[in-house]
RNA sequence: GGCGCCGUACCCAAGUGGCUAAGGGAGCAGUCUGCAAAACUGCGAUGCGGCGGUUCGAACCCGCCCGGCGCCUCCA
């Protein structure tokens, strides 16, 4: 059984949903001023992996993921370029689909935008109105938080000591300076939509309550996010929620960690901020390549935990994921009908399976889940030199696939002998770091390696060792690497 | 000032009270190969930042110290 992280209990709690069968999660997605980093796509999988592996144990995922689509930095992009807020959130929506899908991570199931749920919006405010726990203040409209009694039970925090560490001017008109804004009087050139309370817009914690209940209900599963929504994102939507409702919100938080670039948060103010379209651009792999590194690389440490990136990061997925497709070029080939490691070897898959599976059961384990992929590699190398059947052979490479999707891994027929996967910047010059020293390679066409390799091919029938090494070592230089099959054929890859 | 996290081999990274401290990458040696690549076999932390303590027993619990980081303000 799956055990989840709960920020709200601080342990790994037994997930039990509220309906059997069916889970219910909502995610906070992008507000869509700008291009997604690799911090977004973190977080982006970890809860799509969560919905997969959900799924693999058998439940039904309803999976909300919002944009927030009116904000005070939307607005002031659009002001700064002089279009209006329509034009920048429908350019970085569609941004964010196209990156989303470079790195494997599938549409939500329902995926609410703040704009069009004014009306739920409105209503919410007004329930919180009528209770007593908001006021009116000219156009806007504020939460009480000491209104609501347990303020800060999920960041722990308490209200005191927040008030101590407040370094931000407070609103005079604010009854505790904690308070916040529900609903926004808007100025002039803003977006603006009819109220009770006169022209205005919601305030940002809002929306995510009024979308969670009106697509999963009142109370529902699981709500996710970064870690730095915990406070005070999440902590006010519980405050408004519960206060609106008498009921509880959502009852698993779940939050991941961040992505740090030399142990340190990535901020645009340090510069040290990389967009996932940047790396897609930048990778000397293919899309689907990269994808794939990308996933690996995110996947290989716990999701609470922090994350280096680096392009050495990138690079040794690439080495640990290539152990995979070389094996899965194994599996292709000719194998008899009757295998002698047949046996052992569905022992050892199942063996990993369970590994897999304990692995993400413990609040998604995926360091461990991957290092159960990679042992069931070891074994079935193992297995092959023994003498594996075809038949096996191909229920392995089932297995791979099967455990792999929830990951979002392992799914590609080839890879590194797919010469569509890995062409990219033909003849263009591409620096290379090769034993700490950054070198520069020319990346060979497919028609020249091809070439290349048919000259190397004669020489080795013609016993001309000397010159098929020579074009072995010119490839090499380029970062190709020549297979000599037993049948005399040859292959090669990046 | 308040709240919290991290420090495991050359690098990445699981493990959080009890069998020989997972797994990957890199490395070295061997088998195989015309040479390679891949694969296989073997080697690699007597120790888990340091020092104390609790315990029959600690990388895992407690205390102190050292080093690094996050949140408290928009932020995945």
């Known amino acids: 059984m799956l055990r989840v992280y709960n920020t709200l209990t601080g342990s790994k709690d037994p997930f039990e949903p509220l309906v059997p069968g069916k889970a219910r999660m909502y995610v906070c997605g992008v507000t869509v001023y700008d291009y997604c980093h690799i911090g977004h796509a973190r977080s982006a999988l970890v809860f799509d992996v969560l919905r997969h592996y959900l799924e693999y144990s058998g439940f039904v995922v309803e999976f909300a993921k919002n944009f927030t689509d009116v904000d005070d930095k939307i607005i002031k992009r659009a002001h700064e370029q002089g279009v209006s807020c329509e034009n920048i959130t429908a350019k970085y929506i569609n941004a964010y689909y196209e990156d989303m899908e470079k790195l494997g991570v599938r549409r939500a199931t329902l995926e609410p935008r703040a704009t069009e749920h004014i009306a739920d919006i409105v209503t919410l405010v007004d329930r919180l109105l009528a209770k007593g726990m908001a006021y009116r203040v000219d156009g806007d409209v504020y939460f009480q938080v ?164 680096s392009d050495q990061s990138l690079r040794e997925a690439k080495g640990a994921l290539n152990g995979f497709y070389d094996l899965f070029e194994r599996l292709n080939e000719p194998a008899p009908s009757q295998g002698v490691a047949d046996q052992q070897m569905r022992e050892a898959t199942t063996r990993m399976r369970q590994a897999f599976v304990e692995a993400m059961d413990d609040d998604l384990n995926t360091p461990t889940a991957v290092a159960a992929l990679q042992k069931l590699r070891g074994e079935t190398n193992k297995a092959i030199e023994a003498g594996l059947s075809g038949e096996m052979r191909r229920a392995v490479r089932r297995e791979f696939r099967t455990l792999g999707a929830v990951l979002g891994l392992l799914q590609p027929d080839s890879w590194q002998f797919n010469p569509k996967l ?22 060979l066409s497919d028609t020249d390696i091809e070439r290349d390799l048919a000259e190397r091919n004669e020489a080795r029938k013609m016993k001309d060792f000397t010159r098929a090494d020579d074009i072995r070592k010119y490839l090499a230089r380029h970062g190709i690497t020549i297979e000599d099959r037993p049948d005399g054929t040859s292959r090669w890859k990046r």
């Open 146 to 309: 000491d209104r609501y009694p347990v303020y800060g039970r999920l960041s722990k925090r308490k209200l005191d000591d927040l008030q101590a560490g407040a370094r931000v001017d407070v609103d005079q008109r604010k009854r505790h300076p904690m308070d916040f804004a529900l609903w926004k009087s808007s100025k002039p050139g803003e977006p603006s939509w009819v109220s009770p309370w006169g022209p205005g817009r919601p305030g940002w914690h809002i929306e995510c309550s009024a979308m969670a209940m009106r697509h999963l209900g009142e109370t529902f599963d699981i709500h996710g996010g970064g870690m730095d929504l915990i406070f005070p994102h999440h902590e006010n939507e519980i405050a408004q929620s519960c206060g609106a409702t008498g009921k509880e919100f959502a009852r698993y938080w779940v939050h991941n960690g961040f992505v740090q670039i030399n142990q340190e948060k990535m901020s645009k103010s340090l510069g040290n901020f990389f967009t996932i379209r940047e790396i897609f651009k930048e990778s000397e792999w293919s899309d689907v390549v990269t994808g794939e590194m990308l996933r690996y690389f995110l996947l290989s440490t716990h999701y609470r935990s922090p994350l280096d990136f």
């Open 422 to 443: 890995n062409p990219k910047r033909v003849g263009e010059a591409v620096s290379v770091e090769i034993e700490e020293r950054i070198e520069t390679k020319v990346v």
